[in-house]
């Protein structure tokens, strides 16, 4: 909400807008009030050196096509020329003709400059030029008789302001109007609120127009007031600066005067002409369905079922209720007589159709918030007030129609207010004594005495309807800076869970590896997991962005990749990324089988590398998995991948993408990868390991090494080894794997044992027993022992 | 006799003292003090002479003789000793500014550097860390924030719908979190107060990328529930945690605001030592509808809450001037953090 500070001094004495002090102060005020400024804009400052001229003569120069020169007189009785290319200008208008040396808004400074060699000795100016509007299309004509020679700033009667721009929040809706700000203001600032307390003269015979709601749930309250002896016009001055300053374009009197009622008010209102209204009545109801309507903005829209039009007696619909009026409903220059509607409909209807059409308007937004139910008998003798102002002979008829339905809001609403629960809330000390100085200057009366008083709610804010409510305000007008401050104390302890911390490990040890964190869009275009060579399957955005964004991810995979080829073609290769987030599959539940995952993808790596990693990342969080490579998973390289079996569940996967995939992703190094679900891992927490004695006793290394066929896993091999070097065993390493030309097939693979006994030295006997144990239990893999 | 032991002691003495190589002592050793050595030799001439007398001197003489080229040998070989080892150092010099690559280790993304030092403060004063979906019902999302069906601030949220429908439910009733908010619910809902939580956590929201806006964004939120909660708690811990994340110079405040799921509202404002104000996000006290539908009674209990943007404090402590590359991947801007 912009306010005018000058125009919010008429309800109260707040400030002086050219005091900085003062305009700081209601700045800071407003602000502490919920009313959050965001700016605060200086206006009616005027362009020094710009003063009232009157045109002498006009005269054409065969030379110049696009401009004449026009001789004024600035009130010193000299003839002065200037150049002007505007032609709205004729003899005997007052100007504004900026003098010599005067420098404009755009940073130009006024000189004798000419054309054709003749001099200028000054230039006339346009509205926009001098801040007076938007208008650049000729030269400001002022009103005539304005004395020559003054600056037009004192000749309009234009005063230094400011404009503060107020976010009002939703649970605010009077501070769509400048009297409920000043309400609020008035009593946080304690100065004297003045609100305006027009009085209804009402002199005419009896004219009616009959009102019909037909639903009532929609519409709940429609006056409407007919009022005649109007003449069409421009309205003052005063009002259209301020409304101009508002933002808003000033149209005619009768125009200008029912949106100055809503910006003062916060009733939004319509004026029709009761010569041209149908069947001289209305009927408000909800549109058939496609039935359309040209709104004041020019558009043809349709409607459906779940919009409210207000109609003409022969159920003509004339505007759309609450937002905006029909084009052919617009008063005219030959209006005399309007039917004025003030209305109010339901919030939440108003909300629907403004988000179906996409039709919003100064009315709808006050409307959506909850405009004051009670509010119309003051908003329609102010409207009468001021426009008596520009037609003298207005006459207010008798027999205005007053229709309302059930669902109106009640006028007498109360809450139950216990101090207790207000100290409780707010931290404060108040004594119940203290709720009358606090509410009633903001329209909440209090009343009853002992700790539970009755504070009957203002009709402006239907926002307010519980205690909770009240206590706000109490705590708004208390001040939230004089509400204590201290820290509670939990009879619990903080601290992360199992899982968090153990998240923590994870992704310190991936760090320590050297690999960095990524955190790419989970979002994916429809094709994205299929190219991944992951399953299509996916949950989709009903209503993404863009469609490259459309779909949920299930898999960390795509976007790594995606990261990989993104550095890569940066030249940055190599890329070591991780990402530990949550991935979105389908599910058959309440919600979808969304859980946490892990994903490491190393760029110029084989497969091995990421079998590296899981080692690191199982050694420092335990738990472990079997390494399944008859299942390879989806989009992985076929011979170099392998599935993460834990129990019975597959736990993740390891290896290498399939070289497809990379192709599809652009990806031209090899890229090892883990993928590790991390719902299941992060949860085990394993048991604390059980302390073993060590050994008093010598440990001797004995080294072996087999022949193995390729087709056999080594971890066979090795468990092998483990079993048949029996108790003696302490450490065991693969220290060679070696593959020649000669023989294609098979590998040799040396382990180096550490054996030791708790008991005694280990004899060449000992070791040679196990040797022996070795050799039979690899042979039965057909590993044959090579010496 | 005597004159001949003073001899071989001397030019032992002499032999030892010019010894430069660990070899060169132990071959004195042998040819000196050992015990075929010249001074061993010298003994076996005692049993010439006459007198009793005369072999208690000289024997004294050898010995004598012996322990000095003996303590000789031993001052000499530990001199050579050093000297080799620090001939060894000197041999061994290294360069130790001259680099071969960078340092291996990788870089945390910046949110979760933000993130996990935002834990580590309210976790300091007394909080756990909650979690919850991503994909969320809208009865917790909003219903249960005191949003019902058609609630216009709903509109405010700019929600993502997927086309999950849960069993028994209706389309459209399955969003992607606009904040994390519904943590507070699932909170109430399973755990007895007293609660002192901040849920930290990835949210969504239908937003056009810009230097400051993302679609994909990360908040934290904090939920306190117990008895007798009122404002004054709220501002404190507002305070302690600015002071806690931000340093001792730095203040806070509350203003009043409006939030559906609290009430009174309040946004916090801190305040940097120059004096000047930022906004930093939403707070007040849990709404009594809300802690209803957390299945908590208001009047026996009460709570706050707050949040802000986690990305945000990323962003503020390292001056990134485009959000967007932050969620870039991009190595080059890793690797400057």
């Known amino acids: 909400m912009k306010i005018l500070l000058s125009w919010l001094n008429d309800y109260g004495d707040f400030g002086d807008p050219t005091n900085p002090d003062d305009v700081q102060r209601v700045s800071d005020e407003l602000t ?144 769509w109007g400048y009297v409920g700000i000043a309400r609020d203001l008035a009593a946080k600032m304690g100065v004297e609120f003045r609100p305006p307390t027009p009085t209804i003269d009402v002199t005419g015979d009896e004219r009616t127009t009959p009102v019909e709601i037909v639903d009532g749930d929609r519409c709940a309250r ?12 421009e309205s003052a001055g005063w009002m259209q600066r301020r409304l101009t300053a508002a933002g808003m374009r000033p149209i005619s009197n009768v125009v200008d005067v029912s949106n100055y009622v809503m910006l003062e008010l916060n009733q939004p209102n319509h004026a029709y002409d009761l010569e041209t209204l149908g069947g001289g009545g209305f009927r408000i109801r909800l549109a058939t369905d496609g039935e359309h309507l040209v709104t004041l903005d020019g558009e043809d829209r349709t409607f459906t079922t779940d919009d409210l039009l ?74 009468a007030e001021l426009l008596s102002e520009t037609c003298p002979d207005l006459v207010v008829h008798a027999g205005a129609v007053d229709a309302r339905s059930e669902h109106l809001p009640a006028e007498q609403r109360t809450a139950e207010v216990r101090i207790s629960n ?62 204590g401050s201290r820290v509670p104390k939990s009879s619990d302890h903080g601290g992360l869970t199992v899982r968090q911390q153990r998240r923590r490990v994870l992704r310190d040890v991936l760090l320590g590896l050297g690999i960095s964190e990524a955190m790419p869009n989970p979002f994916l275009a429809p094709d994205t997991l299929a190219k991944a060579g992951l399953d ?28 990989i080829a993104f550095n890569e073609s940066h030249r940055r290769t190599g890329a070591r990324l991780f990402e530990i ?118 440990s001797s290394d004995l080294d072996v090494s087999f022949r193995l066929d390729e087709a056999v896993p080594a971890e066979k091999l090795e468990k092998a080894v483990r079993q048949g070097a029996g108790k003696f065993l302490v450490d065991l390493d693969l220290f060679d794997n070696y593959r020649d030309q000669a023989s294609v097939g098979s590998r040799a693979l040396g382990y180096r044992l550490r054996l030791q006994s708790q008991e005694r030295n280990l004899t060449d006997a000992d070791i040679a027993e196990i040797r022996r144990g070795i050799e039979a239990a690899a042979t039965k893999l057909g590993a044959e022992l090579r010496s | 006799m005597i004159s001949d032991i003073t001899a071989a002691r001397d030019a032992a003495l002499a032999d030892i003292a010019r010894a430069t190589s660990p070899d060169e002592v132990a071959e004195m050793t042998t040819r000196f003090a050992g015990k075929k050595g010249e001074l061993a030799g010298l003994k076996k001439r005692l049993g010439s002479l006459d007198t009793i007398d005369e072999k208690k001197v000289a024997g004294a003489a050898i010995n004598e003789a012996m322990s000095a080229v003996d303590a000789a040998l031993d001052e000499r070989r530990a001199a050579v000793a050093a000297d080799a080892m620090r001939q060894q150092v000197e041999n061994e010099r290294l360069d130790l500014t001259e680099y071969v690559g960078k340092p291996a280790r990788g870089h945390a993304h910046l949110v979760t550097q933000a993130w996990e030092r935002l834990e580590d403060v309210f976790v300091g004063l007394g909080f756990r860390v909650a979690e919850g979906p991503e994909v969320e019902t809208d009865w917790h999302n909003f219903e249960a924030l005191n949003m019902g069906e058609g609630h216009p601030a709903r509109g405010e949220f700019d929600t993502l719908f997927v086309d999950h429908v849960p069993p028994g439910g209706r389309p459209g009733t399955t969003v992607l979190r606009t904040h994390t908010s519904p943590v507070q619910i699932r909170t109430m809902l399973t755990e007895e107060p007293p609660i002192y939580v901040i849920a930290p956590g990835r949210v969504f929201r239908r937003d056009t990328p810009d230097a400051t806006h993302m679609p994909v964004f990360h908040q934290i939120e904090g939920l306190v529930v117990d008895r007798d909660i009122s404002m004054a708690d709220l501002a404190g811990t507002i305070d302690a945690f600015t002071k806690a994340f931000f340093g001792k110079g730095w203040n806070s405040r509350l203003r009043p605001s409006y939030f559906p799921f609290t009430e009174p509202s309040a946004e916090f404002d801190i305040q940097r030592p120059d004096g ?16 209803t539908a957390g299945g908590l009674d208001p009047e026996e209990w009460s709570g706050f809450a707050f949040g802000f943007g986690i990305d945000r404090m990323a962003i503020m402590r390292h001056g990134v001037a485009d959000i967007r590359e932050m969620f870039s991947d991009d190595l080059r801007f890793a690797e400057q953090f």
């Open chain 1, 32 to 175: 502490a009030l919920g009313l959050e400024v965001e700016s605060i804009t200086p206006v009616g400052e005027t362009v020094e050196g710009v003063v009232t001229a009157r045109i002498l003569r006009l005269q054409s120069h065969p030379d110049a096509a696009k401009v004449q020169r026009v001789y004024v007189d600035a009130g010193d009785g000299e003839e002065r020329h200037v150049w002007c290319g505007a032609d709205n200008i004729s003899e005997d208008d007052i100007v504004p003709l900026a003098t010599l040396g005067t420098t404009m808004p755009n940073g130009m400074t006024i000189e004798r400059r000419g054309i054709l060699g003749i001099d200028s000795e000054g230039m006339l100016c346009s509205a926009r030029e001098l801040g007076l509007g938007e208008d650049h299309d000729g030269i400001r004509i002022l009103p005539s008789g304005l004395p020559l020679g003054i600056p037009y700033g004192d000749a309009l009667g234009i005063r230094p302001d400011v404009l503060i721009d107020a976010d009002v929040t939703r649970n605010r809706p009077d501070c």
């Open chain 1, 222 to 233: 429609f006056t409407s007031t007919v009022i005649s002896g109007v003449v069409v016009g």
């Open chain 1, 310 to 383: 207000i109609c003409d007696a022969n159920d003509a619909p004339i505007g759309v209720g609450g937002i905006m009026g029909g084009l052919d409903s617009e008063i005219s220059d030959a209006t005399t007589t309007v039917a004025l509607e003030m209305a109010w409909f339901e919030l939440v209807g108003i909300g629907r159709t403004v988000t179906r059409s996409g039709l919003r308007s100064e009315a709808s937004q006050r409307f959506e918030r909850g405009v004051d139910p009670y509010g119309m008998p003051l908003a329609v003798a102010r409207f």
């Open chain 1, 422 to 483: 207000v100290n409780r809330i707010l931290g404060t000390d108040l004594s119940a004594d203290d709720l009358p100085s606090l509410l009633d200057p903001i329209g909440y009366t209090v009343s009853g005495s002992g700790d539970t008083r009755t504070v009957a709610l203002p009709t402006w804010r239907l926002d307010s309807t519980a205690e909770v409510d009240v206590i706000e305000e109490v705590g708004r007008h208390y001040g939230y800076a004089r509400l």
């Open chain 1, 536 to 563: 299509a399957q996916s949950i989709a955005i009903t209503n993404p962005l863009v469609s490259d964004e459309s779909v949920l991810r299930t898999s960390l995979r795509p976007g790594l990749l995606r990261s």
């Open chain 1, 581 to 698: 987030g949550h991935v979105y599959p389908p599910g058959d539940g309440e919600l979808p089988g969304e859980f946490e995952a892990l994903a490491v993808v190393l760029a110029g790596h084989d497969a091995p590398a990421a079998m590296a990693v899981w080692r690191e990342i199982t050694a420092a969080l335990g738990g472990g998995a079997r390494i399944d490579q008859a299942r390879v998973p989806a989009g992985l390289h076929a011979t170099r991948s392998a599935t993460l079996q834990a129990g019975k569940e597959p736990l993740g996967a390891v290896g290498e993408v399939a070289p497809e995939v990379l192709a599809a992703f652009d990806v031209t190094e090899r890229v090892a990868i883990l993928e590790v679900d991390l719902d299941q891992f992060l949860a085990r927490e394993p048991k604390p390991a059980q302390w073993k004695s060590t050994s008093r006793y010598p």
């Open chain 2, 276 to 291: 000047s104000w930022i906004e930093l996000g939403g707070c007040g006290m849990v709404h009594p509808n809300v802690l």
